[in-house]
């Protein structure tokens, strides 16, 4: 191979890297109670979990693998493993998407820091845990890996902030899940490229009012896809469109 060749194939694997799907060590715990409690907010920006299509199936993640939000969106399968007394015999697997971030607790003497770092942590909605493990057993070892999001329907766009603070919370993402760049174009401008404020919340200056929008994304593991038109030019804040497509 002639040399530019290896550096050609060497920027290809660059653009597309496969999620890494092994299956690695965590505990996992459990919030709220039957019903899923507390599904509104929290660190990723999503709303309504229920509303938004996430449902019951989501957790929260320790430091060690939110990575400061661009987690946000991914989908793991988690089981139960190696406390009999604690799992539901073959109770199988369970899907869930990262929605939420499981803060340190560095309380002195506390002996429930799970998702303190280095730790790996699950913090489950209850029905999820109970899926997989005893109500009573508070805490259990599982094994984890990344797969790919499943997702009905197209990705969602939910804008707000001001003319001059444009803020898109970007959900029910399939394939990777987790959305790691994002551009915005008005029909009268070029391509923004948007800055990760928080979660999955992405930003820009340039004021949009008035033009139809549409959006580029691209996933952790470099797939892009293209949401031409996805906001009308009477596009309003406070509200969601349809980007139709979906990974
Ligand atoms: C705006 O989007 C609509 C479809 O929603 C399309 O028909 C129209 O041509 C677009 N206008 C511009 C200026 O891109």
Not at 73 to 102: D, M, R, V
């Amino acid at each position: 191979m002639a040399v530019h060749e290896v550096f050609l194939v060497l920027a290809m694997a660059m653009v597309v890297s496969a999620i890494d799907t092994n299956w690695y060590d965590a505990h996992a715990t459990f919030y709220g109670d039957m019903s899923g409690g507390e599904t509104m907010q929290g660190a990723c920006g999503y709303g309504d979990l229920f509303k938004q299509g996430y449902g019951l199936q989501t957790a929260a993640l320790s430091t060690a693998l939110f990575n400061d939000g661009l987690t946000c969106g991914a989908c793991f399968e988690i089981y139960c493993t190696n406390t009999p007394q604690w799992c539901i015999p073959k109770a199988g697997s369970i899907t869930i998407t990262a929605t939420n971030f499981c803060p340190p607790n560095y309380t002195p003497n506390k002996p429930d820091a799970w998702c303190n770092p280095p730790r790996k942590h699950f913090d489950l909605s209850m029905p999820m845990f109970t899926k997989i493990a005893y109500y009573k057993a508070g805490i259990v070892p599982i094994r984890y890996r990344r797969v790919l999001c499943y997702k009905r329907g197209g990705v969602k766009f939910e804008i707000k902030g001001n003319p001059y603070f444009t803020l898109v919370t970007i959900y029910n993402v399939g394939g990777a899940g987790d959305v790691n760049a994002v551009k915005i174009k008005g029909s009268k401008t070029q391509w923004i490229d948007m800055t990760r404020n928080w979660g999955q919340n992405w930003q820009t200056g340039t004021v949009l009012t008035g033009q139809n929008l549409s959006f580029q994304i691209t996933l952790s593991d470099g797939k892009t896809l293209e949401f031409d038109n996805a906001a009308p030019d009477g596009w309003q804040f406070g509200q969601t469109y349809d980007g139709i497509k979906n990974f």
